[in-house]
């Protein structure tokens, strides 16, 4: 046990109780320190860090609050960057239904043409053909609307009439043939056939018919309907699979040409033959043209 009689200040001179050994009164003080100083950081981690006020927004007229400086900013480090920046706004799943499209035009001689193939071949020379007797068909169309004279719409349907016999006389004898040849459906081919045949009968008519009669300009208006319905049908469903299959397209074209080359030729012929004979009607023939003659 230490003396009373110590230095003034020590632990053993504030003690109370002068009683109690100085070893005793040195714990009792340790301790109530140390339990000071834990209510004293209990205490701290309860108080607010910023007052209500502080945490307020400010006021509508109030100055804005200044943005960082330039040099802070760049400063910060990526990962601060990421934590300070304001949340990004979601996007919204709402979608807005697109405008209807325009519905699709009516199936024609000219939308359905199938592409050309970097070596022309016989479906470009037939697709020629259509796209021909298409615009002829127009024409005439529009000189049925105009009235015009007899004679010029004569002359133009007789046009229309020559080129699709030409060009049936084409189908029928060299290219169906090589189609069926290839393995072609049969039933596509039979019902061309039976098309052609329907509109050589209808061209028949309109040959043998008056353009001033009352049903001769409707003829010609069936029979383009009618042409327009069989080149749509070959532009979709035959020529595609004629291009898919074994067939020797490009020989068939230089064959095709050949034979209507020689169909208009004869059709020449058959023209200046015709004019011949319109010029000797009322002339004498045999032996009275050679008593003519020596006169």
Do not use: W
């Not at 504030?14 to 950081?41: G, I, Q, W």
């Not at 970097?118 to 529009?142: I, N, P, S």
């Amino acid at each position: 046990m230490a003396d009373d009689k110590t230095k003034r200040g020590s632990p053993d001179n504030k003690r109370l109780n002068k009683s109690e050994p100085y070893e005793v009164a040195y714990a009792k003080a340790k301790a109530e320190k140390k339990s000071a100083k834990k209510t004293a950081k209990k205490a701290a981690k309860k108080a607010p860090t910023r007052s209500a006020s502080a945490r307020a927004k400010p006021a509508a007229g109030s100055r804005a609050r200044k943005a960082p400086s330039t040099s802070r900013a760049k400063s910060a480090s990526p990962a601060m960057k990421r934590t300070n920046a304001a949340p990004a706004a979601k996007k919204s799943r709402t979608t807005t239904r697109a405008t209807p499209k325009p519905p699709k035009a009516e199936k024609t001689a000219e939308n359905t043409a199938p592409k050309t193939m970097r070596e022309a071949d016989a479906v470009d020379l037939l697709t020629d053909d259509h796209l021909e007797v298409g615009a002829l068909f127009k024409q005439y169309e529009k000189l049925a609307k105009k009235e015009a004279p007899a004679d010029q719409r004569r002359t133009l349907a007789q046009t229309i009439c020559d080129m699709l016999k030409a060009h049936t006389t084409i189908e029928e004898e060299i290219f169906y043939p090589a189609a069926r040849r290839a393995g072609l459906d049969a039933d596509l081919l039979d019902e061309a056939d039976i098309e052609h045949a329907s509109a050589k009968d209808l061209i028949a008519q309109i040959e043998a018919g008056n353009p001033d009669g009352d049903h001769y300009d409707a003829k010609v208006k069936v029979l383009g309907e009618y042409i327009t319905h069989h080149v749509v049908e070959e532009h979709t469903e035959m020529f595609p699979k004629c291009r898919r299959s074994t067939m020797d397209l490009v020989g068939l074209r230089g064959e095709m040409e050949a034979r209507k080359l020689s169909i208009s030729t004869d059709r020449s012929e058959q023209a200046s033959g015709s004019e011949a004979v319109n010029d000797n009607r009322g002339k004498p023939t045999g032996i009275l043209a050679s008593l003519f003659s020596k006169a």
